[in-house]
């Protein structure tokens, strides 16, 4: 139990020293771009930061559904012959309303759209209510089984696509969290001025590639005629153009998008890439549509309407209009994150300045520096020597806790910080434990060799079942908890093996080393 061959004592201390060296990073810059420099980084009540309150626009999604129904029903009726006055969706009721021009042919529309009423839902309740009036009406109602499937599927959806762009404008360990049933919590860390981010969280980012109609023309009243969009042009003022409602191809189809120049003209452009099934059909409408024009659309805005001069058959493809750098990278970011299913609005926006950081730093600093020096003037003062090896073992415990945590470049908040003091006083109870079973050993007149086997072996068992509970414990907070909550488990849990290392392995080892070197008669504890 005592005897520590020279491998094991090299692993032991070499263990330590790669915990001193992974902590170096924290203290200083990185000397090179191309060097490993993992540090732990600071959380939003640390350095400060931003805190958006986003919700999501549920009225566009009902919106968006009840207008895929009215195509639906327009696709169904359109080969029957079956000709109807009214088609429009009244979002106000959660329902799409159908008169036909024949009442008496009520029954065969039913039939017809029938279809459309789907029970994928885990409730198998219909999603759509279907209902005939005797004036010849229909009338295609949402269920509330409907909708709230949908308001959960679309917070759930914005929440994924909000922390992708947030990924790829680089900001560390953002908070992304849903609050309530439509509104999203987003914490940026070191993010003072947020604009930037806010314009990309904001975007729908909903691209479409659809044809245009060159011989539409607005009607006397400024309507447009039925199945075009009169849109605008998004680098030309007021100017619009006739774009077909029917999308040709989805820009949900896209794999890939990345900025660059082009290479002929050197302008800004971005370059996009489909997956199989856009590419195919990208490949038909350019073949079937050889010098028409094909309008790329975004959020409702004509970024470019080129003409298709030849079959584009690769699944590449490039936007051009007036980019800038800043701005072809905004959008490439908007298309590899994909397209939110609804508007989400700012209601709530709060920054916290680094003096509120500091200020905490500082609050946790003394209070860590508090309780190590408390904890080390108990041990020394019970304990004698066997008290300062527990608080060198302490020490490292510390080192390897913060080497462990800037080696998984996690993020320290001030519950992680009351984590890390919770820590050390849980890693001196093994050496509490360990130093009373050597003391009763030693009262009970064994020898010193023996009494140190003894206390070691006999506390070893009490000191792994009280912190594997404790272990348990915190990982069950880690895997139910989230955002602080998270943070003070993952301190709370490395502590916890860390501080089996230390109080097991090292404070053994340089026990060991003293016996060899004094061999005493008596045990100073």
């Known amino acids: 139990m005592m005897y520590f061959s020279r491998l094991k004592t090299y692993a032991i201390l070499g263990a330590c020293l790669l915990g001193l060296l992974l902590c170096v990073p924290n203290l200083m810059r990185a000397p090179n771009g191309w060097l490993p420099w993992r540090t732990v980084h600071l959380g939003l009540d640390l350095q400060g930061g931003s805190y958006l309150l986003l919700e999501v626009d549920m009225k566009a999604v009902v919106k968006e559904r009840l207008d895929s129904m009215v195509d639906?029903?327009?696709?169904?009726?359109?080969?029957?012959?079956?000709?109807?006055?009214?088609?429009?969706?009244?979002?106000?009721?959660?329902r799409v309303l159908l008169r036909l021009r024949d009442p008496g042919k009520v029954t065969a529309a039913l039939g017809l759209l029938k279809p459309l009423v789907s029970s994928d839902n885990p409730t198998g309740v219909p999603d759509v209510q279907l209902l005939a009036q005797d004036d010849g009406s229909i009338t295609l109602t949402l269920s509330p089984v409907a909708l709230h499937s949908r308001a959960a599927g679309a917070v759930q959806q914005s929440i994924e696509i909000v922390r992708r762009r947030i990924d790829e404008t680089g900001v560390v360990d953002p908070q992304i969290l849903q609050q309530g049933e439509g509104r999203i919590v987003v914490q940026l860390p070191g993010i003072g001025d947020p604009n930037r981010i806010k314009q990309l969280i904001g975007k729908t980012a909903h691209m479409t590639f659809r044809l245009v109609d060159e011989t539409a023309t607005a009607s006397a009243?400024?309507?447009?005629p039925p199945g075009v969009d009169f849109l605008p042009m998004a680098d030309r003022g007021g100017e619009k153009i006739a774009v077909r409602?029917?999308?040709d191809v989805d820009g949900?189809?896209?794999t890939d998008a990345r900025a660059g120049t082009d290479s002929q003209t050197g302008e800004w452009v971005v370059n996009f890439t489909f997956n199989s099934t856009g590419a195919r059909r990208f490949g038909d409408i350019s073949k079937a549509n050889i010098?028409?024009?094909?309008?790329?659309?975004?959020?409702?805005?004509?970024?470019?309407?080129?003409?298709?001069?030849s079959a584009i058959t690769g699944g590449r493809g490039q936007i051009s209009g007036s980019f800038t750098a800043s701005s072809a990278n905004d959008l490439s970011v908007l298309l590899r994150a994909g397209a939110l299913p609804a508007p989400l609005t700012v209601i709530?926006?709060?920054?916290?300045?680094p003096e509120l950081g500091a200020d905490s730093i500082r609050a946790g600093a003394i209070s860590l520096a508090a309780g190590f020096i408390l904890v080390i003037a108990f041990m020394g003062v019970f304990y004698g020597l066997f008290g300062w090896f527990a608080n060198l073992a302490l020490l490292v415990n510390l080192v390897l806790m913060l080497a462990v945590m800037s080696l998984m470049e996690a993020t320290l908040s001030l519950p992680g910080m009351a984590g890390i003091l919770l820590t050390l006083g849980m890693a001196v109870d093994a050496n509490i434990l360990i130093n009373e079973r050597i003391r009763e050993e030693q009262k009970l007149g064994r020898p010193p060799l023996q009494a140190l086997e003894h206390g070691f072996s006999r506390a070893f068992h009490t000191i792994f079942d009280s912190n594997a509970t404790a272990f348990l414990a915190h990982v069950m907070l880690f895997a139910f908890g989230s955002g602080p909550v998270k943070g003070f488990a993952?301190?709370?849990?490395?502590?916890?093996?860390?501080?089996?290392?230390?109080?097991?392995?090292?404070?053994?080892?340089?026990?060991?080393?003293?016996?060899?070197?004094?061999?005493?008669?008596?045990?100073?504890?």
Do not use: C
Request: cysteine-free; hydrophobic content about 45%; glycine content about 6%.
């Open 221 to 224: 009243s400024g309507l447009a």
């Open 291 to 309: 010098n028409h024009r094909f309008a790329i659309v975004l959020d409702d805005k004509v970024i470019s309407a080129p003409v298709i001069r």
């Open 252 to 254: 949900a189809d896209l």
């Open 490 to 525: 993952v301190t709370i849990t490395l502590g916890i093996a860390t501080s089996m290392f230390t109080s097991w392995m090292l404070t053994r080892l340089l026990v060991a080393r003293w016996y060899v070197a004094h061999k005493p008669k008596l045990l100073p504890v």
């Open 72 to 94: 639906g029903v327009r696709q169904a009726l359109r080969p029957s012959g079956l000709f109807y006055q009214t088609l429009e969706a009244q979002t106000d009721q959660n």
């Open 348 to 353: 709530e926006e709060r920054s916290i300045g």
């Open 245 to 247: 409602k029917r999308i």
